[in-house]
């Protein structure tokens, strides 16, 4: 478990964030906050608007990064409250307050998972922490804003209440501003186009359940029509203008243009969204990340609702402490306990990613550098001359996979495009194992995964490196075995010409016997074949 006073520093903080009123574009006093927080532990802080950035001490811009984020941002207080919702009321192990749960105790929980990263040299990752703004209306504002100024992230955890549960995907919201219309007349004669009629077919269609592909991890795509009004409000006039929203929520089975298109197709009212910014998203279950958790015992989960995760153009694992039931309600809360769990949660999922261990290194095990070098010195030289065979059979066990339905067709052709390209460069000299890359197949999964994104991990499903190994071997000594026959019966016919050509005769040394030179040059094969 984390230290005693990691865990007090973050309740302590969080009851300060709680007691400053935080809404939405009205964040300046928590910045302020979490700045001085930052600054009382040394860790130089970078301000965009209500957003704070902070890299840890040994920031390397040459590393990729891992992005820490939460927002802290609150909506409104519900009327309901029964507390005053900025005390920061202690109780039975709760800390009640408005924005504890969503996400305060996120927040504090990545910060103090930051801090425990911080001072450590030598990571595989740069650790980022943002704690953003405007989250809660999905402003421009916030993590969208900080994005182009992070460099190269590599991947991201999102803090929000999970149960500490990995929401490994989440449903895209897309919102549609609809307008029927028709043409007004009097309601006792058989005159004009009821718009609210047209907006009534296009209702019952939308309701028809027409997006039919269902997603194992969120379910079918999930609509409802949430307001409806015209501005005529005469009894006896027929409206000629209906207007109506629809709250669409959108699985990773389809992208926003899909969704308007069928409902252009099939409905006479104009939709106009509000933004496609948030899309589906999904972090895969083959991602370092998520096997991590699910090695740690966490289970995963799809979630309904969406959060800056879908902002965010690399991927992300949405996962904290605290319930998503209790956020936006009446005397909203959370369990002390559960913020003690979500930093012990954070430290050791990153734990595996983060530190700069061996792929060969057990947890907790220390290598003699004097039996690393003289182990594991030059096996990245070998593994150059393994290089082209490891992509060799890397395509034909992507082809596999595609065979028993484990890639889909469009996946086995980006990855076979990638592997392409790579062959090429062996060929051509132009490849290399890259400083920090500890072999072969791991150069070859980096490059296959940075040109063509996450499907690039695909390619060592269901094989081991002991796998890979064997085969890089088997297929290099074949080559090799060719190559030295060729290299033998070229030999051979060396020294047949030349036994043909010369006309010597020596003295034997042991029984003085005359033997020609050419018999002796003939003689000298017969161990080779034997070989």
């Known amino acids: 478990m984390p230290n005693a006073q990691l865990i007090q520093d973050s309740i ?36 965009l608007g209500n957003n704070i950035i902070v890299r840890n001490k040994y920031f390397d811009p040459t590393k990729k990064s891992i992005l820490l984020n939460s927002h802290h941002d609150t909506v409104k207080p519900s009327p309901s409250y029964t507390l005053y919702p900025y005390e ?51 402003g421009k504002g916030g993590i969208e804003m900080v994005i182009p100024s992070l460099g190269q992230v590599d991947f991201a955890i999102v803090g929000e209440p999970t149960l500490c549960k990995m929401a ?96 252009s197709e099939h409905c006479q009212s104009t939709f106009t969204p509000r933004s496609k910014r948030m899309r589906s998203s999904i972090i895969p279950l083959t991602h370092e990340l998520v096997r991590n958790g699910i090695s740690m015992g966490l289970e995963y989960y799809g979630s309904p609702t969406t959060s800056d995760k879908a902002l965010m153009p690399f991927p992300a694992l949405k996962l904290g402490p605290g319930d998503s039931a209790r956020s936006h309600t009446a005397d909203e809360f959370i ?41 594991v010195g030059r096996d990245k030289e070998f593994d150059i001359e393994l290089a ?20 889909k067709k469009q996946e086995l052709t980006l990855i076979l495009k990638a592997l392409q390209e790579i062959k090429l460069e062996i060929e051509n000299k132009k490849f290399k194992i890259e400083k920090g890359i500890e072999d072969i197949h791991s150069q070859v999964e980096k ?34 075995l060719v190559q030295t026959k060729e ?34 040059l003939v003689c000298g094969l017969v161990p080779m074949l034997r070989a």
């Open 88 to 138: 920061a009321i202690t109780t039975d192990g709760k800390l009640f307050g408005l924005g504890s749960n969503d996400a305060g105790g996120a927040l504090v929980s990545l910060i103090a998972c930051f801090l425990h990263y911080n001072e450590i040299q030598d990571l595989k990752y740069n650790v980022v922490f943002v704690a953003s703004a405007e989250e809660e209306i999905s």
């Open 168 to 263: 490994i995907a989440e449903k895209g919201l897309l919102v549609l501003d609809a307008v029927s219309k028709g043409k007004t007349g009097h309601a006792a004669r058989n005159e004009g186009v009821n718009a609210i009629e047209i907006a009534m077919k296009d209702i019952a269609w939308i309701y028809s359940k027409p997006f039919t592909q269902v997603s194992d991890l969120l379910g079918p795509v999930h609509v409802n029509v949430t307001v409806i009004e015209t501005e005529n409000k005469a009894h006896n006039v027929i409206p000629d203008q209906c207007k109506f929203v629809v709250d669409i929520r959108v699985n990773e089975l389809y992208n926003f243009d899909e969704i308007l298109e069928q409902i």
């Open 388 to 407: 082209k065979y490891d992509v060799i059979g890397s395509m034909a066990h992507c082809k596999m996979l595609h065979k028993v339905g484990l890639l």
């Open 12 to 47: 302590s903080l969080l009851q300060s964030l709680i007691q400053t009123p935080s809404l939405s574009k009205q964040e300046d006093k928590t910045a302020e906050l979490i700045v001085a927080f930052f600054d009382s532990r040394n860790c130089k802080t970078e301000r």
């Open 487 to 520: 290299h033998a019966n070229a030999l051979f016919k060396v020294f047949i010409n030349l036994a043909k050509n010369i006309n010597v005769i020596y003295c034997q040394d042991i029984h003085i016997i005359n033997w020609p030179c050419h018999h002796h």
């Open 447 to 480: 490059l296959v995964t940075e040109r063509y994104g996450e499907v690039g991990k695909k390619i060592h499903t269901g094989r081991s490196r002991n796998d890979q190994i064997a085969l890089d071997s088997k297929l290099y000594y074949r080559d090799q």
């Open 335 to 375: 369990y002390l306990k559960e913020i003690e769990q979500g930093i012990d949660c954070y430290i050791k999922l990153l734990k595996i990613n983060i530190k700069q261990m061996k792929l060969w290194q057990k947890k907790g095990s220390t290598t003699s550098s004097l039996v690393e070098q003289f182990t």
